[in-house]
């Protein structure tokens, strides 16, 4: 019979020295870590300072809307290359603690703005100013995965990190058409998928109201320089929220079109068919009125004439494009009777079956309220609350719809450039094992290239979800029709600190943005101010209308402004906690 093996009183004294030893260098590399931290909490009070500063005595021309600037250009109380100078240094100020900011073009944007100075001065002469293009001399932002030239143009994947544009997005070509003067683009998340603008690439962008926290994405570098004085607006893209979720967190107003309002075109990733109704370039903004007369601008079908030195790839979408893209024609918000509208509400926060979701926010329950009650006050109306049963699976639902529409795996646009495609588990794995160091890609990235997956596993679930998904787009469109206005939560709570954990657990927040995406209906991210606790951050709510009423959330979100209820707030000198 083999006796049981009894460690020596030797051997047992080895074990507890060498659990002595683990626990020593544990408590010293915690502690080092808790000094770290405590000394990085210090350099960002100081940092903070330091940026709301820069925001709090920045000229106070840089804060004027789109609207006022573009008539301030016109009657020549001030000229453009003047304002260009200014949000130029803005950006330089600025940019040192957002980290925003990934291309610019200053050079060309000083010498546009002096030849719009010499188109405003020779109409002047000739008495009149109505004829020039709407913009003509305003600076705004880019998102670094719309294409132009010399631009980097990499969508964060790392295959693509030397990539520069050569072509102009036609977006952004129409927006220079009317005379806006680009400045620079900003920052955003590994291939625009996730709600935290860091990639590879380009590293990690801040928001301006607390440097701990993320500035939200993908468009989360564009929303963030903004909000911080660094261009009049924003062009902003949106597939699950991409435009919405940081105008939210950064204090913005931000618009994502009905479903094929607007081309995405010369934009990474490629996006075609159903994919490009449901991801919709947009305008963000400080103040709500200048929404409108962007979204026109940027809006309708692709026509050749948008599309200088078209590739043969091109030429196909812009024929196929034709069966997807709309040509709107919408009235002006100004001419919307506020008080024959419908109003709706829906209080809880949508869910998910396939995730966990945050617990929603005291303050954006309030801010909510605040909106409520401001319309049945001003306007006299009732606000109806409502409740649908599938946006208890929100996320599923924009999942499953967007999968299906997905001509292209998430993982192989990530291998873009790399020469093979990713095994996504593999990463997963290497980045899980070694604290992210062990991938090239970002974990957030690397969890959806995995999910898209479980479609093939459970192929019952994603069909009933594609028909629930069907179901909701008509009963929404019934529900709000030719004259209703939904008011919508945002996100449960404002903007969470830095890193994928535990923000990844909570991926399925996003459903209450990526909805309406693939329901294509318009919604609007409306700012209500700052969270009222010590925190400072913040809040907003989404307006949601039916299919091509575009108008009437951005009336809603102007009449809102006009009472103080919604608005832009710069950041406060009191420090975040």
Request: glycine content about 10%; proline content about 6%.
């Given at each position: 019979?083999?006796?049981?093996?009894?460690?020596?009183?030797?051997?047992?004294?080895?074990?507890?020295?060498?659990?002595?030893?683990?626990?020593?260098?544990?408590?010293?590399?915690?502690?080092?870590?808790?000094?770290?931290?405590?000394?990085?909490?210090?350099?960002?009070?100081?940092?903070?300072?330091?940026?709301?500063?820069?925001?709090?005595?920045?000229?106070?021309?840089?804060?004027?809307?789109?609207?006022?600037?573009?008539?301030?250009?016109?009657?020549?109380?001030?000229?453009?290359?003047?304002?260009?100078?200014?949000?130029?240094?803005?950006?330089?100020?600025?940019?040192?603690?957002?980290?925003?900011?990934?291309?610019?073009?200053?050079?060309?944007?000083?010498?546009?703005?002096?030849?719009?100075?010499?188109?405003?001065?020779?109409?002047?002469?000739?008495?009149?100013?109505?004829?020039?293009?709407?913009?003509?001399?305003?600076?705004?932002?880019?998102?670094?995965?719309?294409?132009?030239?010399?631009?980097?143009?990499?969508?964060?994947?790392?295959?693509?990190?030397?990539?520069?544009?050569?072509?102009?997005?036609?977006?952004?070509?129409?927006?220079?058409?009317?005379?806006?003067?680009?400045?620079?683009?900003?920052?955003?998340?590994?291939?625009?998928?996730?709600?935290?603008?860091?990639?590879?690439?380009?590293?990690?962008?801040?928001?301006?109201?607390?440097?701990?926290?993320?500035?939200?994405?993908?468009?989360?570098?564009?929303?963030?320089?903004?909000?911080?004085?660094?261009?009049?607006?924003?062009?902003?893209?949106?597939?699950?929220?991409?435009?919405?979720?940081?105008?939210?967190?950064?204090?913005?107003?931000?618009?994502?079109?009905?479903?094929?309002?607007?081309?995405?075109?010369?934009?990474?990733?490629?996006?075609?068919?159903?994919?490009?109704?449901?991801?919709?370039?947009?305008?963000?903004?400080?103040?709500?009125?200048?929404?409108?007369?962007?979204?026109?601008?940027?809006?309708?079908?692709?026509?050749?004439e948008d599309l200088e030195d078209a590739t043969e790839e091109e030429l196909e979408h812009l024929e196929a494009q034709r069966k997807y893209m709309l040509d709107m024609q919408w009235p002006h918000p100004a001419t919307?009777?506020?008080?024959?509208?419908?109003?709706?509400?829906?209080?809880?926060?949508?869910?998910?079956?396939?995730?966990?979701t945050r617990a929603r926010d005291p303050e954006m329950l309030a801010a909510q309220r605040r909106v409520v009650r401001a319309l049945e006050t001003s306007l006299g109306v009732k606000v109806h609350a409502v409740e649908?049963?599938?946006?208890?699976?929100?996320?599923?639902?924009?999942?499953?719809?967007?999968?299906?529409?997905?001509?292209?795996?998430?993982?192989?646009?990530?291998?873009?450039?790399?020469?093979?495609?990713?095994?996504?588990?593999?990463?997963?794995?290497?980045?899980?094992?070694?604290?992210?160091?062990?991938?090239?890609?970002?974990?957030?990235?690397?969890?959806?290239?995995?999910?898209?997956?479980?479609?093939?596993?459970?192929?019952?679930?994603?069909?009933?979800?594609?028909?629930?998904?069907?179901?909701?787009?008509?009963?929404?469109?019934?529900?709000?029709?030719?004259?209703?206005?939904?008011?919508?939560?945002?996100?449960?709570?404002?903007?969470?600190?830095?890193?994928?954990?535990?923000?990844?657990?909570?991926?399925?927040?996003?459903?209450?943005?990526?909805?309406?995406?693939?329901?294509?209906?318009?919604?609007?991210?409306?700012?209500?101010?700052?969270?009222?606790?010590?925190?400072?951050?913040?809040?907003?709510?989404?307006?949601?209308?039916?299919?091509?009423?575009?108008?009437?959330?951005?009336?809603?979100?102007?009449?809102?402004?006009?009472?103080?209820?919604?608005?832009?707030?710069?950041?406060?000198?009191?420090?975040?906690?």
């Open positions: 019979m083999q006796m049981a093996w009894v460690p020596s009183a030797g051997e047992v004294l080895e074990v507890v020295h060498a659990a002595e030893i683990y626990l020593l260098a544990t408590c010293v590399v915690v502690s080092l870590l808790l000094l770290k931290r405590a000394r990085d909490s210090t350099r960002q009070r100081r940092t903070h300072a330091k940026l709301v500063e820069a925001i709090g005595s920045a000229d106070p021309r840089l804060a004027w809307s789109t609207l006022t600037l573009a008539q301030k250009l016109r009657e020549g109380e001030v000229t453009s290359y003047e304002m260009v100078e200014l949000y130029i240094s803005q950006l330089e100020r600025v940019d040192v603690h957002l980290h925003a900011v990934v291309g610019n073009c200053f050079k060309d944007a000083l010498r546009d703005a002096k030849d719009a100075d010499d188109l405003l001065a020779e109409a002047r002469r000739k008495g009149s100013t109505d004829s020039l293009p709407d913009f003509l001399g305003v600076p705004f932002i880019s998102k670094e995965v719309f294409e132009y030239p010399g631009f980097p143009f990499t969508g964060g994947i790392v295959g693509r990190r030397e990539v520069r544009g050569r072509a102009r997005n036609p977006v952004l070509q129409r927006l220079q058409d009317e005379g806006a003067i680009i400045l620079a683009c900003g920052n955003t998340s590994e291939a625009c998928m996730w709600s935290e603008s860091s990639n590879p690439v380009h590293g990690r962008t801040c928001m301006p109201y607390d440097l701990r926290r993320t500035c939200g994405g993908s468009s989360g570098g564009t929303a963030a320089l903004v909000s911080a004085l660094g261009g009049s607006f924003g062009v902003t893209s949106d597939v699950g929220g991409s435009t919405r979720i940081p105008a939210l967190y950064n204090g913005l107003f931000g618009h994502k079109p009905t479903g094929g309002a607007v081309p995405n075109t010369r934009c990474i990733p490629k996006v075609h068919g159903l994919v490009e109704r449901y991801c919709q370039l947009g305008p963000t903004a400080r103040y709500a009125h200048d929404l409108f007369p962007l979204l026109e601008t940027m809006a309708g079908r692709l026509k050749l919307v009777r506020m008080r024959e509208l419908k109003y709706y509400v829906v209080w809880d926060q949508p869910g998910s079956s396939m995730g966990i649908f049963d599938a946006l208890k699976r929100c996320f599923d639902l924009w999942s499953a719809m967007l999968l299906e529409a997905q001509t292209v795996p998430f993982a192989e646009i990530m291998s873009e450039g790399l020469g093979s495609v990713i095994w996504p588990v593999w990463e997963l794995v290497k980045s899980v094992l070694t604290f992210g160091y062990g991938s090239q890609h970002t974990l957030p990235a690397l969890g959806l290239a995995c999910t898209e997956r479980f479609r093939h596993l459970t192929p019952r679930m994603h069909r009933n979800n594609l028909e629930l998904g069907e179901e909701l787009r008509l009963e929404m469109n019934d529900l709000l029709g030719e004259d209703g206005v939904l008011i919508f939560p945002g996100l449960p709570t404002p903007a969470p600190l830095h890193g994928p954990l535990p923000n990844l657990l909570y991926f399925a927040d996003f459903g209450a943005t990526g909805i309406f995406n693939v329901l294509e209906l318009p919604a609007t991210a409306v700012p209500t101010g700052l969270s009222r606790d010590k925190k400072l951050l913040p809040t907003g709510v989404q307006l949601v209308a039916a299919n091509g009423n575009d108008h009437l959330t951005i009336a809603t979100a102007m009449h809102l402004e006009s009472l103080g209820v919604a608005g832009w707030v710069p950041p406060l000198a009191a420090t975040p906690r």
